[in-house]
């Protein structure tokens, strides 16, 4: 019993002292870290994404409460952190953490993970930035209460150094063990510590950051060979793509799109906010890219994607989507059109299985943004040799990463896809091609995922149906009086943190204003 007083007693001052105390220590390593901020990435790009598909018309909800047609409308939901996820994400989901992963691994000379955290860094503020415009950077973790921001060329400017941080890493030598830990299951859950495809994501963002900037006037002289430089650097075919893994035995380890994960799912009429999909992807993939689309066809068309991708409504067999605040029971849902049969547990067609890989990245989306950048550069003949690239790129990606379900889609075909190519929805040479044939193949490229890849290029072309000629314009009767009549064109800060602590800051920048929203951001802007 003495024995036992003294070592409680003389332990007193190390149990109360968190610092060094063992068992509740104040820092940690990297490969403990790397896996939990992998899974944010995907939790809140996938939990913002419910929002940005309404504006990019990915996906709708059925009911016409007042939340859906809000941002339907291009409105928002005021007085709520709807929209605020991926702040939620830089700041605190990833935040410290981040952090801490960054300096452990400079430490210890785990160099791989540095890279991987800088390279994870540049790609969660490239995404902050092109959502809201202004946001916090330099004060990001500073011991105040209070935050100012920063605008987007400061932001950007940041990206590219946090990339060169992350390729000088990745140029290092790593300390023994380091591949080992990044290549097991609690490790690198993109790509296991392969450096050169984590170099190659790397050269993704900068392409895609420099893809945003067509209407500045320098990108026909500059940035257009950036965007060249950057993707040919880049993925050099599907199997680069960028995609985050999951197991898909519970909730908590499964694809944020699928029917465990619940995000997407409603099915009742009480929520059935998310998830149903839009026409604009349903005319597209039924002879809309150049032609005209069919209306409610029972028969698929000449685009193989469409049964790979979606159902069709099984008491009828018509494809279908919905419209902006007019969704129905019987508009197709990620449940109904995207199951992949009708029996629970519902495993989930394309990219919506419970074990699914969660896309981040695709080597599709950058040909079709190089194409975009010769195209406009006028050198039509790279232009369409990338454009053809992007079409075939995506082909591989519905085979590689979208045949779940049960029973699973049939692999494209080497036949399918050469009669696609072969067919009018496609410009057979460099003479016929045009800016819409481009984008609206990447629209159909990033559909159902990428979601701030299409809002930034449905953007920074403002909307315009002579390039994106499904997307349902609204007229002057289908936005709130609030909008006078604009477009969305940024996600207001997240409200807990910035309209509730740092509010005189979001005034200096005209945060407070209810068409906030509507105004273009810096990258949009000549």
């Not at 790593?174 to 050269?203: C, E, H, N, P």
């Not at 067609?349 to 599709?364: C, E």
């Not at 049960?406 to 057979?428: K, R």
Request: with cysteine; glycine share 8%; proline share 4%.
């Amino acid at each position: 019993m003495f024995t036992v007083i003294v070592i409680g007693f003389t332990s007193c001052k190390k149990w109360l002292d968190i610092n060094v105390d063992p068992a509740t220590p104040q820092t940690t390593k990297a490969e403990y870290l790397l896996a939990p901020i992998m899974f944010q990435m995907a939790n809140n790009t996938a939990t913002d994404n419910r929002l940005i598909f309404k504006y990019t018309q990915d996906m709708f909800g059925q009911d016409v409460t007042s939340f859906t047609i809000a941002w339907e409308k291009h409105g928002y939901q005021s007085a709520s952190d709807l929209g605020g996820s991926m702040w939620r994400m830089v700041y605190v989901n990833l935040g410290l953490n981040l952090e801490a992963m960054i300096k452990d691994a400079e430490a210890t000379d785990k160099w791989t993970y540095a890279g991987i955290g800088y390279a994870i860094k540049a790609w969660s503020y490239q995404l902050l930035t092109d959502a809201h415009g202004p946001i916090i950077l330099d004060e990001a973790f500073a011991n105040q209460l209070k935050f100012k921001y920063q605008d987007q060329p400061e932001v950007y400017a940041k990206v590219r150094l946090w990339s060169q941080k992350a390729l000088e890493c990745f140029n290092k030598t790593d300390a023994a063990g380091t591949i080992a830990l990044l290549a097991g299951v609690s490790g690198d859950q993109m790509y296991k510590g392969d450096r050169v495809k984590w170099k190659k994501f790397v050269y993704g963002l900068l392409a895609q950051q420099y893809s945003h900037l067509i209407n500045k006037a320098e990108f026909n002289t500059q940035y257009a060979d950036s965007v060249t430089k950057y993707v040919d650097l880049s993925f050099s075919s599907a199997a680069d793509d960028a995609t985050i893994t999951f197991g898909g035995t519970n909730a908590a380890d499964s694809n944020p799109f699928s029917q465990n994960f619940g995000m997407y799912t409603a099915t009742s009429t009480v929520a059935p906010t998310y998830g149903r999909i839009g026409q604009p992807i349903v005319s597209l993939l039924t002879g809309g890219v150049r032609g005209t689309a069919a209306v409610d066809p029972t028969v698929p068309g000449v685009d193989p994607r469409l049964t790979r991708m979606m159902n069709p409504i099984p008491t009828t067999g018509i494809y279908r989507g919905a419209l902006p605040f007019n969704g129905t029971a019987t508009t197709p849902h990620i449940l109904g059109a995207l199951s992949g049969t009708s029996v629970l547990p519902f495993p989930g067609k394309y990219i919506y299985s419970n074990s699914a890989r969660y896309p981040v990245m695709s080597y599709a989306q950058l040909q079709l943004a190089k194409a975009e950048a010769q195209f406009r550069k006028g050198n039509l003949a790279s232009a369409f040799t990338s454009y053809i690239n992007g079409i075939r790129g995506h082909m591989e990606f519905v085979n590689l990463y979208g045949r779940n379900g049960s029973p699973a889609a049939a692999t494209i075909s080497a036949t399918e896809i050469n009669a696609y190519l072969a067919s009018t929805e496609v410009a057979q040479n460099a003479t016929a091609l045009k800016i819409a044939d481009i984008m609206q193949q990447k629209y159909i490229s990033q559909w159902g995922w990428a979601g701030m890849e299409q809002w930034s290029d449905l953007r920074k072309y403002h909307y315009d149906p002579l390039v994106y000629k499904t997307y349902r314009q609204l007229e002057a009767g289908d936005f709130f009086e609030r909008n006078n009549g604009k477009y969305a064109y940024r996600l207001r800060p997240r409200y807990a943190s910035e309209y509730i602590w740092n509010q005189e800051e979001l005034a200096r920048w005209g945060g407070l204003a209810t068409d906030y929203h509507t105004l273009e951001t810096w990258s949009n802007l000549p």
